[in-house]
């Protein structure tokens, strides 16, 4: 399994953008997914997840203007920023836990590469 992410780049405070992330190779179940970002010298920290029945979790500095959603047909998660501030400029990572690639196997978790988000002031 792998993740591929896309939709990152260079905005104006204020502006948006929405973050893709799809999954290629043979997937039975996903738990959870989720978008992580690291900012320069920073830790990667928590942005939003999503479980697969729907239930969303957001990070406090993004509440209100970022909104993630998935699509199970597609093994896909979005992230659609917007009012975007310099503070959230970073690497976007997105993460499958709980990944189950057949029935019976055990569960993984999965990371994409990392889309770069800069917006600048």
């Known amino acids: 399994v792998q993740l591929q992410a896309s939709g990152g780049g260079l905005v104006q405070t204020g502006g948006s953008l929405r973050l893709s992330c799809a999954a290629s190779g043979t997937i039975f179940s996903i738990r959870s997914m989720g978008w992580y970002r690291q900012a320069p010298e920073k830790q990667r920290e928590l942005v939003a997840t999503?479980?697969?029945?729907?239930?969303?979790n957001y990070a406090d500095s993004v509440k209100g203007r970022f909104t993630i959603s998935r699509d199970n047909a597609k093994n896909t998660v979005y992230l659609q920023m917007n009012s975007l501030k310099p503070e959230d400029t970073g690497v976007y990572y997105c993460a499958f836990e709980g990944l189950k690639r057949t029935m019976f196997r055990t569960a993984s978790d999965y990371w994409g590469q990392g889309t770069l988000v800069t917006v600048s002031s």
């Open positions: 999503i479980s697969s029945g729907g239930t969303t």
